[in-house]
């Protein structure tokens, strides 16, 4: 069973920083790519950032260079480090576990099957 669980987030001024983490469970071997999808209201949700058992990331190309994923397999956590941000980042953040040939579709969705409930990101400017 599966369980992915988001914390985090707030409202932050822009500029300002946010660490997003993801406390997951039942993980296996088949679904051990993991990754940060965002959706703000009207829009479409797109991926933001992911991350293999291997530690290989990919990022959405507007957050690159501002947003860090990691993860810290022994604590069964994924982070989201959000650094700099602007008003356009503001959205509902998600958590998403999926099979590794995920990584060479991201951004798309294709290969995410878990999701967690969100966490909410607001950036006023």
């Known amino acids: 069973h599966v369980q992915l669980v988001e914390s985090g987030g707030g409202s932050v001024q822009a500029g300002g920083s946010l660490r997003l983490s993801c406390a997951y469970s039942?993980?296996?071997?088949?679904?051990?790519?993991m990754g940060w999808f965002r959706q703000a209201p009207g829009k479409e949700r797109e991926g933001v950032a992911a991350?293999?058992?291997?530690?290989?990331?990919r990022y959405v190309d507007s957050v690159r260079g501002r947003f860090t994923i990691s993860r810290e397999q022994a604590r069964r956590t994924l982070y989201l480090q959000m650094d700099n941000l602007t008003p356009d980042d503001s959205a509902m953040y998600y958590c998403?576990?999926?099979?590794?040939?995920?990584?060479?579709?991201?951004?798309?969705?294709?290969?995410?099957?878990?999701w967690g409930h969100g966490t909410q990101v607001t950036v006023s400017s």
């Open positions: 039942g993980i296996t071997n088949n679904r051990n790519l």
């Open positions: 991350i293999n058992s291997g530690g290989t990331t």
């Open positions: 998403a576990a999926g099979q590794p040939f995920g990584l060479v579709q991201f951004p798309s969705e294709g290969g995410f099957d878990y």
